[in-house]
């Protein structure tokens, strides 16, 4: 099992580009990355995915070098409601149970 | 449409008690898992399950802790002679189908529990 392993917590201001890595040595063949965004008494909710290179949709980037150990989650241009824990899970692949997530990361967006 | 229901919302219980929770998956999802978060930790993986196949349990913490899933649909999560420690909001997700390529996790807002 694939486990995952980011930063604790990052500060940043508003307007700013906020870059998260998530490392993940030993990610299998068929592992997708996820991201997940988790505000304060809600559960985690969907950001992003993919398996290799770049993927953007409206809210975030998601890089993977060629090696896939590691991702980086890009927000760009946060806001003070960005402000939550991201989480990256690695998975997907064979056996679904047991996805494990990470300790994930606290965003706090300042004025 | 509807997301993830899970109720209740809150239940505080005394030292000893069982106590049930209960999650509503998306209709149609065929996936469904258990999450503990403890204050300001992460996510702990408690059981899964995915159709009709047996669930994988590996992440319940003891033998206290139970979980069903009838129909396929509604899952009930048990905890027999709570402990202080099982002070958590546990947290149920869903998704539609095994491989979770755009299939992701779709989660609830929890049970807040508090154990007396």
């Known amino acids: 099992l694939a486990k995952t392993t980011q930063p604790i917590s990052m500060d940043s201001y508003e307007g700013q580009e906020v870059n998260i890595t998530c490392s993940h040595n030993?990610?299998?063949?068929?592992?997708?990355i996820t991201w997940y965004q988790q505000f304060p008494s809600q559960g985690p909710r969907f950001i992003i995915q993919?398996?290799?290179t770049k993927v953007t949709n409206e809210v975030a980037s998601l890089f993977i070098p060629a090696d896939r150990k590691s991702s980086t989650l890009s927000l760009p241009r946060v806001s003070l409601s960005d402000t939550a824990v991201y989480y990256c899970?690695?998975?997907?692949?064979?056996?679904?149970?047991?996805?494990?997530f990470g300790k994930g990361t606290k965003l706090s967006v300042k004025p | 449409g509807a997301g993830v229901s899970q109720s209740p919302s809150n239940k505080v219980t005394e030292k000893g008690k069982d106590v049930e929770l209960r999650c509503d998956p998306i209709?149609?999802?065929?996936?469904l898992y258990w999450y503990r978060q403890s204050l300001g930790q992460g996510l702990e993986f408690l059981i899964y399950?995915?159709?009709?196949?047996?669930?994988?349990k590996s992440g319940l913490p003891s033998d206290r802790f139970s979980a069903e899933r009838t129909g396929g649909s509604v899952s009930t999560l048990t905890i027999q002679r709570t402990q202080q420690e099982d002070s958590a909001v546990y947290l149920c997700?869903?998704?539609?189908?095994?491989?979770?390529?755009?299939?992701?996790?779709?989660f609830g807002n929890g049970t807040r529990l508090t154990v007396t």
């Open positions: 993919g398996y290799k």
């Open positions: 209709s149609g999802h065929t996936a």
């Open positions: 997700a869903s998704s539609p189908r095994q491989i979770l390529y755009n299939s992701p996790l779709h």
């Open positions: 899970l690695v998975g997907g692949s064979g056996s679904q149970g047991n996805l494990i």
């Open positions: 399950f995915q159709g009709n196949s047996a669930p994988d």
């Open positions: 030993n990610i299998a063949t068929n592992d997708y």
